[in-house]
T-cell receptor, first 111, second 120 residues
Framework: DAKTTQPTSMDCAEGRAANLPCNHS???????VYWYRQIHSQGPQYIIH???NNETNEMASLIITEDRKSSTLILPHATLRDTAVYYC????????????FGKGTRLSVIA | GAVVSQHPSWVICKSGTSVKIECRSL??????MFWYRQFPKQSLMLMAT?????????EQGVEKDKFLINHASLTLSTLTVTSAHPEDSSFYIC????????????????FGPGTRLTVL
């Protein structure tokens, strides 16, 4: 699976959009971009995933660049409950293979 | 979405004892489950892949005789930490791929809430 690079930490004001970048320059054509988050002392929570088109769900939007070498997770209106570590993972879309976690980005939403 | 539970949520034990952690898929079947370990301020590390009806596959450096995995049914996998020592104290998390239509494995994995093990 391709390696990803994320900033170590970011701050965001409550109510503003949080934009979390991820670089995955070695991504292969059949690899998806997944985003999970982990709130302190809990199991990771699935957020969104995509292959090449932008995706949106009730939690977030995923913007993937045309060359697929980077992506951005957007939380449109961050709340204090969005404070967590966010993991960007690149993986072939086979559900029965494990996710390999990097260090992620620690997002702190500030009141 | 699919729900994965773990039991217990936390456990404290004495050094040398064994501890069993259960991982259940509550509303779907999982022929495969994954076990992770997370030390403080670190990321999740994959320990092993649990396969229903067959032996687990362990990652390099994980002792299979110390971390016994049993996947006896389509909804339950157990991890037993044998002869636990303080260095085994960690946050243990399981996950399972979701299914659609009961049989088709989806791309999304669902995680349990984790079990915090403290060995004194």
């Amino acid at each position: 699976d391709a390696k990803t690079t994320q900033p170590t930490s970011m701050d965001c004001a409550e109510g503003r959009a949080a934009n979390l970048p991820c670089n995955h320059s070695t991504i292969s054509g059949n690899e998806y971009v997944y985003w999970y988050r982990q709130i302190h002392s809990q199991g990771p929570q699935y957020i969104i995933h995509g292959l090449k088109n932008n995706e949106t769900n009730e939690m977030a939007s995923l913007i993937i660049t045309e060359d697929r070498k980077s992506s951005t997770l957007i939380l449109p209106h961050a709340t204090l409950r969005d404070t967590a570590v966010y993991y960007c993972i690149v993986r072939v879309g086979r559900g029965n293979t494990p996710l390999v976690f990097g260090k992620g980005t620690r997002l702190s939403v500030i009141a | 979405g699919a729900v994965v539970s773990q039991h217990p949520s936390w456990v404290i034990c004495k050094s040398g004892t064994s501890v069993k952690i259960e991982c259940r898929s509550l509303d779907f079947q999982a022929t495969t489950m994954f076990w992770y370990r997370q030390f403080p301020k670190q990321s999740l590390m994959l320990m092993a892949t649990s396969n229903e009806g067959s032996k687990a596959t362990y990652e390099q450096g994980v002792e299979k005789d110390k971390f016994l995995i049993n996947h006896a049914s389509l909804t339950l996998s157990t991890l037993t930490v044998t002869s636990a020592h303080p260095e085994d104290s960690s946050f243990y998390i399981c996950s399972a791929p979701g299914t659609s239509g009961g049989t088709h494995i989806t791309d999304t994995q669902y995680f349990g809430p984790g079990t915090r093990l403290t060995v004194l």
